[in-house]
């Protein structure tokens, strides 16, 4: 079983978080059965929200029929910068 994403996690974690936030304030739930009730059902809809987030991503564009495959790019790299005429070194006399 592949490992879960940080994307999956994030938003798994928010889901429950907010999602028993939200049922908790509209409910009214008080007792420890109905927040029981409410947890188990954040939990679960953090659960299917994790397991979609995957199938989210933008998906590419079919291919257009009766076109080539694109080229490869080729990166160029300038060429080697010949070496300079140097110039003989100059010393003081010393004095």
Same mark, same amino acid.
């Given at each position: 079983?592949? #490992?879960? /994403?940080? !994307?999956?996690?994030?938003?798994g974690s928010c889901t429950v978080v907010f999602s028993t936030f939200v049922m908790l304030l509209l &409910? %009214?739930?008080s007792s420890a059965p109905a927040v029981a009730v409410v947890a188990v059902s954040a939990l679960a809809l953090g659960l299917v929200v994790a397991m979609k987030v995957p199938h989210l991503a933008p998906r590419r564009p079919a291919a257009v029929? %009766? /076109?080539? !495959?694109p080229e490869p790019? #080729? !990166? /160029?790299? *300038? &060429? *080697?910068v010949r070496e300079k005429v140097r110039e003989p070194v100059r010393e003081r006399a010393a004095s």
């Open positions: 079983m592949p #490992r879960p /994403t940080v !994307a999956q996690l994030a938003c &409910s %009214g739930a029929h %009766g /076109t080539a !495959a790019v #080729r !990166a /160029t790299v *300038p &060429s *080697p």
